[in-house]
T-cell receptor, first 112, second 112 residues
Framework: GEDVEQSLFLSVREGDSSVINCTYT??????LYWYKQEPGAGLQLLTY?????DMKQDQRLTVLLNKKDKHLSLRIADTQTGDSAIYFC????????????FGQGTTLQVKP | DVKVTQSSRYLVKRTGEKVFLECVQD?????MFWYRQDPGLGLRLIYF???????EKGDIPEGYSVSREKKERFSLILESASTNQTSMYLC???????????FGNGTRLTVT
């Protein structure tokens, strides 16, 4: 079946770069998404990439998409303690229903 | 900005009770979704709706039903709450199939 996989945990020091990886099994998505969830809150759209792009940069965030390997990554430069959260990648899979399939989420811990 | 409002942040209910979780969005979105979020399992889709009075089963609809009488409101109903329905419930909406999802802040439901 369709699946989106992420590693569950990443720990970095403040000021370092963080790289969160995601693989997906199939996608007809026009866009692939990264969401951020802070403790006790819902998911907030962080950034997204158009499926015919390889890279998108948005301030401290860089999204890389390798369609051949079905791999998506999110790089956060100069990671701050406020970046500590759970990060989810998501895509529409091969479905036309419009529902998003989410990875399990990567918990990013930023140490001072 | 899109606002998705879930009526309760925390709910405690007893086994066997009928539970209503309410969600309202203010952007005239056609599509609305209910997910549940559990540690280690990520987000799982319960039900979604493309339009008023329309509903579609997601991946885990058992034990749940939904109601969409008005475009802005999508209700999740637990007919007879059970302890395995203790979870974080997230409502989301979007305007088009390939649009990003906008989430509410979630309702943490505990069934005792």
């Amino acid at each position: 079946g369709e699946d989106v996989e992420q590693s569950l945990f990443l720990s970095v020091r403040e000021g370092d770069s963080s790289v969160i990886n995601c693989t997906y099994t199939d996608s007809s998505s026009t866009y692939l998404y990264w969401y951020k969830q802070e403790p006790g809150a819902g998911l907030q759209l962080l950034t997204y990439i158009f499926s015919n792009m390889d890279m998108k940069q948005d301030q401290r965030l860089t999204v890389l998409l390798n369609k051949k390997d079905k791999h998506l990554s999110l790089r956060i430069a100069d990671t701050q303690t406020g970046d500590s959260a759970i990060y989810f990648c998501a895509d529409h899979g091969s479905s036309n229903t419009g529902k998003l399939i989410f990875g399990q989420g990567t918990t990013l811990q930023v140490k001072p | 900005d899109v606002k998705v409002t879930q009526s309760s942040r925390y709910l405690v209910k007893r086994t066997g009770e009928k539970v209503f979780l309410e969600c309202v969005q203010d952007m005239d979105h056609e599509n609305m979704f209910w997910y549940r979020q559990d540690p280690g399992l990520g987000l799982r889709l319960i039900y979604f709706s493309y339009d008023v009075k329309m509903k579609e089963k997601g991946d885990i609809p058992e034990g749940y039903s939904v109601s969409r009488e008005k475009k802005e409101r999508f209700s999740l109903i637990l007919e007879s709450a059970s302890t395995n329905q203790t979870s974080m419930y997230l409502c989301a909406s979007k305007i088009l199939r390939d649009s990003p999802l906008h989430f509410g802040n979630g309702t943490r439901l505990t069934v005792t």
